[in-house]
């Protein structure tokens, strides 16, 4: 079983579901089972998808064919601006694989790995990009990643190198509880999709809009094509805006119904910061900035635009496709329908209504349009159908009573506020509260862990917690001891040249003539320790002179010296001097030349200029902000 993974349209997310039923079985590897699995899944979902405005494209699943013997589901949403909808999506697969236990999910967007991204900090530091290819995986409701052998004996059960689907999917199976990954790793996947289901209903936005009737009875009966609307006029060009000039099909009426619209928060915002003014040939006339209703009839006028922009794109059908478009309307002639609805039944979709209820019907209805916009976008390619096309055939459909209408108007509840459209510099900071700033005191420990550690080709190499402990040294002193005086009998016996002492060399073992070799061959000649003692003096003399030059100059000035803190700054984080100096050392360092011998502050001294340095990179990437983060520290904008 293998998988092409080609490259992704910005913006868009494509998820896998993979049967683990079928992996080596060719019974579950048919069309029939993989049709079964789609729509129970589509069932499970469809109470958290009934009132989701997705920006672009709904979730989405179909059989894909891996190769000639393997299938999966797959699918494709593309998000465009709203990143909450790649999240929400992140939480129906968190959550089929839930429900579904048999099934493995991937999930990867434009940016591949999306969720080793968002959890980087925490991963372990041996998976990277190039060798996370079929390695990560959303299965039982959790995150796995399927680890890379770490001795001989993990190869009989790990796959070796990049691993096959097959054997990442085995690996999956056997060993769910090897694979996934640690709490702390999952936490800030998890962060991102815990506040679901709730956060669907928090992100909408309510306001108000004067709409011509037909839009106003387009969206009473399908609110969700809000977001088709507002992306063709937020993603309007000069062809678009000929139609807006002429307003074909919904010209604004001398009567303008006042209607109360849900658009999600990011949506609202695309549509209320577009700077617009109509056309005066469109008949669409603004009040003055300044007046009460002057965002309503704006908000109004750009929806109605988009609306007429949806329309103004729809290609002329062929017969044959309207055609195929009328046969796409057949629900429930579709034997799947009825695979659908039982699914439905199963999960207590209907909430034990009985078959003819006023709710029954209801929720009948709301199951038969759901299924319908499946089919719809199954045939999507083959149509060419976009949004426009349905934007179309309801407004011949629709009927309107603008007496209820104008009544509606006096019952309409309140808009939201949309002050959080308005971000102050106090709400930044509130945002980034949650991610932990660094103070002088954390930075001094922090810097000293930092310069005691191994740097090598790839950097420094920080001691990972995930690995494995090494056995501690065995360490025997009477052994040591004994050893160390029968080397200095046999070497004080060769000296005095007794053939008697010599004998007691044999009977030294191996290890112990291993270590009387070392010693004798690192030991320092007489020639040797007078040229290091040579050097060590030049070295001296080298310090002097350079203490004296620097005794002339105003570098001891630069240095912050104990006790030159006030009080208020004492207190604001400076680090204590029993921590000691970065890389060893008392918290104060030794009187420079030419200052009377005042001990520098080494602690403050270090974390003054590294934050200085942090401040002149101007919250761009860094050498000072990549050893902070090697260091586990962040530091504020403070």
């Given at each position: 079983m293998t998988e092409n993974r080609s490259s992704l349209p910005d913006n868009s997310v494509e998820y896998h579901i993979y049967s683990l039923k079928a992996v080596g079985d060719r019974n579950f590897s048919k069309k029939s089972y993989f049709e079964e699995i789609r729509f129970s899944i589509l069932a499970k979902i469809h109470p958290f998808l009934k009132e989701y405005v997705w920006q672009e494209d709904a979730f989405n699943l179909a059989v894909h064919e891996l190769d000639a013997r393997s299938l999966c589901l797959r699918g494709?949403?593309?998000?465009?601006?709203?990143?909450?909808?790649?999240?929400f999506l992140v939480f129906l697969l968190f959550l089929i694989s839930k429900e579904f236990s048999e099934c493995a999910i991937r999930v990867n967007d434009s940016d591949s790995e999306f969720?080793?991204?968002?959890?980087?900090?925490?991963?372990?530091?041996?998976?990277?990009?190039?060798?996370?290819?079929?390695?990560?995986?959303?299965?039982?409701?959790?995150?796995?990643?399927?680890?890379?052998?770490?001795?001989?004996?993990?190869?009989?059960?790990?796959?070796?190198?990049?691993p096959d689907l097959v054997d990442a999917l085995?690996?999956?199976?056997?060993?769910?509880?090897i694979t996934r990954v640690k709490p702390s790793v999952?936490?800030?996947?998890?962060?991102r999709i815990d506040k679901y289901p709730g956060y669907i209903w928090s992100n909408f936005h309510h306001a108000h809009c004067y709409l011509p009737a037909s839009v106003a009875a387009i969206l009473q009966q399908e609110p969700k094509l809000v977001a088709p609307a507002v992306q063709a006029f937020y993603c309007r060009d000069p062809i678009d805006l000929k139609a807006c000039r002429v307003m074909k099909h919904f010209p604004p009426s001398s009567r303008l119904f006042k209607r109360r619209v849900r658009f999600t928060r990011c949506l609202y915002a695309q549509l209320v910061q577009q700077q617009f003014r109509p056309d005066k040939r469109s008949g669409w006339t603004l009040p003055p900035p300044m007046d009460p209703q002057f965002k309503a009839n704006s908000l109004g006028c750009k929806l109605t635009c988009g609306f007429e922009i949806l329309v103004s794109r729809v290609r002329t059908k062929t017969a044959e496709n309207q055609q195929d478009g009328a046969e796409e309307l057949d629900v429930e002639g579709d034997p799947r329908w009825r695979m659908f609805l039982t699914s439905l039944q199963k999960n207590d979709y209907f909430k034990g209504e009985l078959d003819g209820s006023k709710l029954y019907r209801e929720l009948f209805r709301e199951a038969k349009s759901y299924f319908a916009r499946i089919r719809r976008d199954e045939t999507n390619a083959k149509l060419d159908w976009n949004r426009g096309s349905e934007v179309l055939d309801l407004l011949k459909s629709v009927s309107w009573d603008e007496e209820k209408l104008k009544d509606d108007e006096t019952r309409l509840e309140t808009e939201d506020d949309d002050s959080w459209l308005q971000v102050s510099e106090e709400e930044v900071d509130r945002l980034l509260a949650g991610y932990q700033g660094s103070n002088g005191a954390a930075i001094v420990p922090s810097l000293d862990k930092f310069l005691q550690t191994v740097s090598g080709l790839d950097g420094v190499e920080f001691p990972s917690e995930d690995k494995e402990e090494t056995d501690p040294v065995q360490f025997d002193p009477d052994k040591f001891m004994e050893s160390v005086t029968r080397m200095l009998r046999q070497l004080g016996g060769e000296d005095d040249g007794e053939d008697g002492d010599r004998g007691d060399g044999d009977e030294l073992d191996e290890d112990d003539s291993e270590m009387s070799s070392c010693s004798s061959e690192s030991s320092v000649d007489d020639d040797e320790r007078a040229e290091l003692d040579k050097e060590a003096a030049e070295f001296a003399d080298y310090m002097k002179a350079m203490d004296e030059e620097l005794a002339s100059t105003t570098l001891a000035k630069s240095f912050v010296r104990e006790g030159e803190l006030s009080?208020?700054?004492d207190d604001a984080g400076r680090p204590s001097g029993d921590g000691g100096p970065p890389g060893g050392g008392g918290g104060g360092g030794g009187g420079l030349p030419g200052d009377g011998g005042q001990p520098v502050d080494v602690d403050l001294n270090a974390v003054k200029n590294i934050l200085e340095s942090y401040r002149s990179q101007q919250g761009i990437a860094g050498p000072v902000s990549n050893i902070l983060k090697s260091m586990e520290q962040r530091a504020t904008s403070q």
């Open positions: 494709l949403t593309r998000f465009g601006d709203n990143i909450d909808d790649e999240w969720l080793l991204i968002e959890a980087a900090e925490t991963l372990p530091p041996w998976i990277k990009p190039e060798n996370s290819n079929n390695r990560v995986f959303i299965y039982q409701g959790a995150l796995h990643i399927i680890p890379i052998a770490q001795h001989p004996g993990h190869i009989t059960w790990l796959p070796a190198g990049e085995l690996a999956l199976q056997r060993f769910p509880s999952e936490a800030p996947i998890r962060k009080d208020e700054e």
